[in-house]
């Protein structure tokens, strides 16, 4: 079993509702299968920011979702911002 956190910031907070969410997955998790678990959870609205966002691994970029995911870890969703 694999618990870690999901953090999401801006429009991804505003999708899922919360600022953060702990997750519990069977061993061999993946980025991609705490994605699955967390659009499980939500509706489309955050499935459709998720498809767009940028994510951190434990302050890591991700650029492989299929990156495995360690006991503890800290995934940050960060949604495309705009400003500057």
């Known amino acids: 079993m694999v618990e870690l ?3 999401y910031f801006a429009g991804a907070r505003a999708a899922a509702g919360v600022a953060q969410e702990s997750v519990a997955l069977s061993g061999g998790a993946t980025v991609a299968h705490v994605l699955e678990a ?3 959870r939500h ?3 955050l ?3 998720l498809a ?3 994510f951190l691994l434990d ?3 991700v650029r492989d979702r299929d ?3 360690p006991e503890g870890a800290l995934l940050d ?3 495309p911002f705009a400003g500057g």
């Open 67 to 69: 990156t495995p995911v």
């Open 77 to 79: 969703v960060l949604p």
């Open 52 to 54: 767009a966002s940028s």
């Open 38 to 40: 967390v659009r499980e």
């Open 5 to 7: 956190t999901v953090r």
């Open 47 to 49: 499935a459709r920011v």
């Open 43 to 45: 509706d489309d609205r």
């Open 59 to 61: 302050g890591v970029a």
